[in-house]
């Protein structure tokens, strides 16, 4: 559609951009397939062995409070043996085994989409036309009605039964019918005006082909509550009725989320479902007056609703909701003035961000049973389906209001208000599903879902300022290719924030807070070697680089900082009006180019302060070559930001202006300071890591903790945050300095230099810098594909956990005395039993071979001790090297005993082997004295666990232990 379509009464057609009906089926559908399989897998765990129970407990999780940080934190930092422990204990669901709900439902619902047209005209409730009208003349007036209008006639039905003066249309877009109520009928010849305005109305169904999204929206909704709702149902009060019978409360934020949430997303559905249907009402009821249909003849009629009062009304407006056809006040006042079909409406925008969360917790729950095989692409995958949800229907949205008020010269709606309803959204389905609550009803950290509420603003207003920006630069022109670039870049966007709002971002509100000085050791651990820089910068380092590290870890995050931008380029360069150059777009090429230079002289000072430094050659690796990455960083940020300050001063289409500003200064930045690093030694003051000249690639020279790759990936990222921040304080200055400045609708006044040469350059760098930017994205896609790629588990490492353990902490939960009990027992129940009975059988073979060769208070060393006791040595290293891998202890007392075990034994069980290698007495005897101080530690842990369980006839001492999971390594 181009925004001149046939106009209705306010001069704008209302179909412009699309209805939006069928983005509001997609939210339907996209919601109602995800809960599906999510749903429907504690239906389908509950019919097989294997639980997870004894896994969390031996990691030190609080199953009274699963969700929380504590929990998560034991979990995760122990993922070397809580991954194998699951993979063993509580296998995953296979593969088609998850997706058999979403599949059933979506092949149920094509089934009920087929049959129910013809259930819907079985006999006696619906017959022929031709069997009833004798004359024919209801048909001929029929097929006169749909002459022009629509390109097929519908078949045609009577309901003979039904004596009201109504008609429904039904069936697919290919295959329309149309029932005429026997009332309707009747009226044929004693009323042919409501006759022809309801015949109209229904055609106008037709003609707007809505039917087969009826249709699909009614058999989904059905197949949903027959094949997952119920089930679920019975499954979740099962549940309830053995924790009840175990003595346990129905009342726990755990066991109550089940309930609420699916009630939430059942009330969700059936909203934008009755959203979907009213819909159509409306734009059918305005293509029959198009048809000159006498609609208000009907209406009159009709019974108002205006004389309810008091609670009534309330009820009557909560039950509007869910309403599939509106009121006829509303089709009346739609029909007199179309403006509330371009609203923005608040409720929509909560409902886009509910179901936008929603959609989100279900899929997660699709890829829990395969977490360890989880990877960056698949995680981004997940954070991409809500995404959609929001940029269609957001975009839609905001594109007809914002056209609408660009043709009439109204005031174009900014955006914020519907931000703010969208983020309330977005927050209040995150807090239902319990995704930042930890488990809980209630998030640590309220203020932390800021984020969330700017992130939606950021976004919304990002979107009606594209849509100014097209509307201003193509008037009279098609804007469905403007509208594509933005939904696709609005996509990218959000499935880059939803994924690292998900598995990162989220964590800030459960309560997670940086240890400075473990943040600070694991910066040194990230970037090794010799080398620092004064005056020393790592200890702000570490509280930035821990943010910057995880949001460049996102799959998409290059690809989404370059299209917020980039995409902007080609439409503004290529369709200034009246062929001239419009002063926000100089003006931001302009600030564009003196960041970019002020970048590149800025890289060049940290060089010169850098050399001025006088660092031996030694000294050069380490964290002084990671600060001299980082000092540049900072220059094209500083280059990106003044860039956007001096563009966000345009006359109009600030935002804009700013991103295409700090966009391309951070482009051209980089690619100063890319060849500045790779001559580094041949510009003589300004050399820093090398004293000949050669051309050494900037990627080689720092890619020591993948320090190249974190310097463009956050250039790039920090690019339109800078933008959007400094556009949103200077507006913030503007409206508190009580400047608003004078309305535009535009670009604001057209000047510049007539359409020649200019205008084509113009659109040839526009596409050109956008070419390059995609290109420098595309490309660090490729090179971070195998990073990306590898899972969860081959991820893990010893040096990960350790790192994480460090930097996150692994914090012992206060629990109470039984479920200490619970943990310790399946500790030893899953392997720390075997690792024990192993470590005290060698201890006490090693013991007794030292006794017999005690002689006169001394040990006596001789070949035949040696070559008895090597391999006691070597088994106990084996059993203190489990120590890092298995589960620490739950009870503080015992871990410190067992951690003393595992340093202990680890170390001297070498020694030993080494020094009976070397027939050394010495360093023999040396080496079983601090084994024996392993086999005390040992046996004071297997002292203290007995001490816990205090029940030597349970179970879990009698039979063969359990070796402890294989971690893979």
Same mark, same amino acid.
Request: proline share 6%; with cysteine; net charge positive.
């Given at each position: ?47 097989r ?27 995760t ?18 593969w ?27 006999g ?15 048909e ?10 629509v ?11 039904v ?6 249309v ?8 149309l029932?005429?109520?026997?009332g ?23 003609a707007?082909?809505d ?11 059905r ?9 679920y149902?019975?499954i ?20 109550s ?6 009630m ?16 159509r ?19 009159a ?7 309810l ?6 009820v009557?407006g909560?039950?509007e909701?869910v ?9 009346r ?18 409902l ?12 997660m ?8 095989m ?8 997940v ?11 957001t ?9 609408r ?16 309803w969208?983020?309330a959204g ?5 807090v ?5 609550t ?32 097209a509307?201003?630069?193509r ?10 670039l ?13 994924t ?15 240890d400075g ?10 970037f ?5 820089v ?9 509280q ?9 870890r ?5 690809? $989404?900082a #370059? &299209?917020?931008? %980039?995409?902007? +380029?080609?439409?503004? !360069? =290529?369709?200034?009006p /009246? *062929?001239?150059?419009?002063?926000s ?21 940290v060089?010169?302060?850098?050399h001025h ?12 070559a ?11 940020v500083?280059g990106?930001?003044?860039? $956007?300050? #001096? &563009?966000a001063? %345009?006359?109009? +289409?600030?935002?804009? !202006? =700013?991103?295409?500003? /700090? *966009?391309?200064a951070?482009?051209l930045?980089i690619g ?11 510009l ?17 020279q ?15 990222l ?5 933008a959007?921040?400094?556009? $949103?304080?200077? &507006? ?22 007539p ?12 596409h ?31 040096t990960?956990q ?13 629990v ?7 943990q ?7 392997g ?24 006169d ?6 070949p035949?001790?040696m070559?008895?006791?090597r391999p ?17 202890v739950?009870?503080p007392?015992?871990?410190a ?7 202990t ?9 080494e ?35 205090d ?7 009698t039979?063969?232990?359990l070796?402890?999971?294989?971690p893979?390594?």
């Amino acid at each position: 559609m181009t925004t001149t379509a046939g106009r209705s009464s306010d001069g704008l057609d209302e179909r412009v951009l699309g209805a939006g009906t069928n983005a509001r089926f997609a939210l339907l559908l996209v919601l109602l397939v995800a809960a599906s399989g999510s749903m429907l897998l504690p239906v389908l765990t509950s019919f097989r062995a294997g639980s997870s129970t004894g896994c969390l407990l031996a990691a030190g999780a609080d199953l009274d409070r699963l969700g929380t940080l504590g929990s998560t934190l034991r979990t995760t930092g122990q993922s070397l043996a809580y991954l194998p422990c699951i993979a063993r204990d509580d296998p995953p669901l296979p593969w088609w085994q998850i997706l058999l709900g979403p599949a059933a439902v979506l092949l149920l619902a094509t089934a009920v989409a087929a049959v129910l047209p013809r259930w819907k005209q079985r006999g006696g409730r619906c017959v022929e036309l031709a069997l009833v009208d004798r004359t024919g003349a209801v048909e001929a007036r029929v097929r006169d009605l749909a002459a022009g209008r629509v390109d097929q006639v519908p078949a045609l039905f009577v309901a003979p039964v039904v004596f009201t003066r109504s008609g429904t249309v039904f069936g697919g877009n290919r295959r329309p019918r149309l029932r005429l109520n026997a009332g309707l009928v009747a009226c044929r010849d004693t009323d042919p005006d409501a006759f022809d305005a309801i015949v109209l109305h229904e055609l106008a169904h037709v003609a707007n082909r809505d039917l087969t999204v009826t249709g699909a929206t009614v058999a989904l909704w059905r197949s949903f509550l027959t094949l997952v709702l119920c089930p679920y149902v019975l499954i979740t009060f099962w549940k309830g009725a053995r924790l009840v019978a175990r003595g346990g409360s129905l009342f726990t934020a755990d066991y109550s989320r089940q309930v609420v949430l699916p009630m939430v997303t059942v009330l969700v559905i059936s909203v934008v479902r009755a959203e979907v249907l009213r819909s159509r009402e409306l734009h059918a009821d305005l293509t029959a007056r198009r048809w000159r249909a006498p609609l208000e003849h009907v209406w009159a009629t009709m019974p108002a609703r205006d004389d309810l009062r008091g609670v009534r009304r309330r009820v009557d407006g909560a039950l509007e909701l869910v309403r599939t056809h509106p009121r006829w006040e509303v089709r009346r006042d739609a029909l007199a003035d179309p403006a509330p079909l371009f609203e923005v409406r608040a409720l929509l925008m909560f409902l886009i961000g509910v179901i936008a969360a929603l959609t989100n917790y279900h899929l997660m729950w699709h890829f829990v049973p395969h977490m360890a095989m989880m990877n960056g692409w698949l995680y981004q995958t997940v954070g991409a389906a809500p995404a959609a949800v929001v940029a269609a229907s957001t975009a839609l949205l905001l594109w007809r209001a914002v056209v609408r008020a660009t043709v009439l010269g109204l005031r174009p709606p900014t955006g914020v208000r519907s931000g703010l309803w969208l983020g309330a959204g977005l927050v209040a389905g995150s807090v239902l599903n319990g995704h930042t609550t930890g488990g809980l009803w209630l998030p640590a950290r309220w203020g932390a879902l800021g984020l969330v509420m700017a992130a939606a603003v950021g976004f919304t207003c990002w979107t009606t300022q594209c849509a100014r920006l097209a509307a201003t630069v193509r008037p009279g022109r098609s804007l469905r290719l403007p509208l594509a670039l933005v939904l696709v870049a609005g996509w990218l966007v959000l499935s880059a924030w939803f994924t690292w709002w998900d598995y990162y971002g989220a964590l800030f509100v459960h309560g997670v807070r940086y240890d400075g000085v473990a943040a600070r050791q694991a910066v040194v651990h990230w970037f090794p070697g010799a080398g620092t820089v004064r005056p020393d910068t790592s200890a702000l380092m570490a509280q930035v680089l821990p943010v910057l590290r995880e949001a460049v870890r996102v799959p998409l995050v290059p690809l $989404a900082a #370059v &299209a917020s931008w %980039a995409v902007l +380029l080609p439409v503004w !360069a =290529a369709g200034p009006p /009246a *062929g001239r150059v419009p002063p926000s777009l100089r003006r931001a090429l302009g600030a564009a180019l003196g960041g970019g230079a002020l970048a590149v002289l800025c890289v060049g000072a940290v060089q010169a302060w850098l050399h001025h430094l006088d660092v031996g050659a030694d000294r050069r690796g380490g964290l002084y070559a990671f600060s001299y990455a980082i000092w540049c960083l900072a220059a094209i940020v500083l280059g990106a930001a003044v860039a $956007a300050a #001096v &563009a966000a001063r %345009a006359p109009a +289409l600030r935002l804009p !202006a =700013a991103l295409v500003a /700090a *966009g391309t200064a951070t482009l051209l930045g980089i690619g100063g300071t890319v060849l500045l690093i790779s001559a580094d030694g041949c510009l003589g003051p300004l050399s820093v890591l090398n004293d000949s000249c050669a051309w050494r690639p900037a990627w080689r020279q720092l890619q020591g903790g993948l320090t190249f790759h974190l310097v463009i990936h956050a250039a790039l990222l920090l690019a339109p945050v800078t933008a959007l921040l400094i556009t $949103a304080l200077a &507006a913030l200055a503007r409206r508190t300095a009580g400047r608003r400045g004078p309305h535009h609708v535009g670009s604001g006044p057209v000047t510049g230099l007539p359409s020649t040469r200019r205008p084509r350059l113009l659109s040839a760098f526009g596409h050109g810098t956008c070419a390059v930017a995609l290109a420098t994205a595309a490309v660090l896609l490729v090179a971070d594909a195998h990073d990306q790629l590898r899972s969860h588990a081959q991820a893990v490492t010893p040096t990960t956990q350790a790192q994480f353990q460090r930097s996150m902490g692994l914090p012992t939960l206060p629990v109470s005395p039984g479920m200490r009990w619970r943990q310790v027992h399946a500790w030893y129940r899953v392997g720390g039993r075997y690792l024990i009975e192993h470590a005290l059988a060698d201890g006490t073979a090693l013991v007794k071979a030292l006794t017999e060769a005690r002689r006169d208070e001394r040990i006596e060393v001789t070949p035949a001790l040696m070559a008895k006791v090597r391999p006691l040595c070597t088994s106990l290293g084996n059993a203190a090297g489990w120590e890092p891998y298995y589960f620490q202890v739950p009870d503080p007392a015992a871990q410190a005993l067992w951690h003393r075990f595992g340093v202990t034994a680890l170390a001297a069980g070498p020694r030993c082997a080494e020094a009976v290698d070397r027939s050394d007495s010495a360093a023999f005897l040396t080496s079983l004295a601090d084994l024996l101080k392993a086999v005390r530690a040992v046996r004071d842990v297997s002292g203290r666990v007995g001490q816990i369980l205090d029940n030597p006839k349970d179970r879990v001492f009698t039979g063969p232990p359990l070796a402890p999971p294989q971690p893979r390594l």
